[in-house]
């Protein structure tokens, strides 16, 4: 399966922005889907996730302001990104399991989509 993430940009402190994952096939197997994001220097962190039983996760910066979401007719996993800020601006993966949990290691990874906040 081939994750692709879409829906990066620029975009000024406080804007909204929808990041989109495709998989290239179903994704009802996956038991878990998450957004992590990696700025230069630093490792890759979990932003989000959303476990096939139905529950998500955030860190606690992006409460309030993020939402996961996920489509198992559409092979989609959504990021609905709201009240940005230049702190946010960091590389966003998407990436999934078949058996692991949201903590466990990933199966599958997409290549990124930059998102760029500014002030």
């Known amino acids: 399966v081939q994750l692709v993430e879409s829906g990066g940009g620029l975009v000024q402190a406080g804007g909204s922005l929808r990041l989109t994952c495709a998989a290239s096939g179903s994704i009802v197997s996956f038991n878990a889907m998450t957004w992590y994001r990696q700025v230069p220097g630093r490792e890759r962190a979990l932003v989000a996730a959303?476990?096939?039983?139905?529950?998500?996760y955030y860190v606690d910066s992006v409460k309030g302001r993020f939402t996961i979401s996920r489509d198992n007719e559409k092979y989609t996993l959504t990021l609905q990104m709201n009240s940005l800020r230049p702190e946010d601006t960091a590389m966003y993966y998407c990436?999934?399991?078949?058996?692991?949990?949201?903590?466990?290691?990933?199966?599958?990874w997409g290549k990124g989509t930059l998102v760029t906040v500014s002030l």
């Open positions: 959303f476990s096939s039983q139905g529950n998500s």
């Open positions: 990436a999934a399991s078949n058996w692991g949990g949201i903590f466990d290691v990933m199966d599958y």
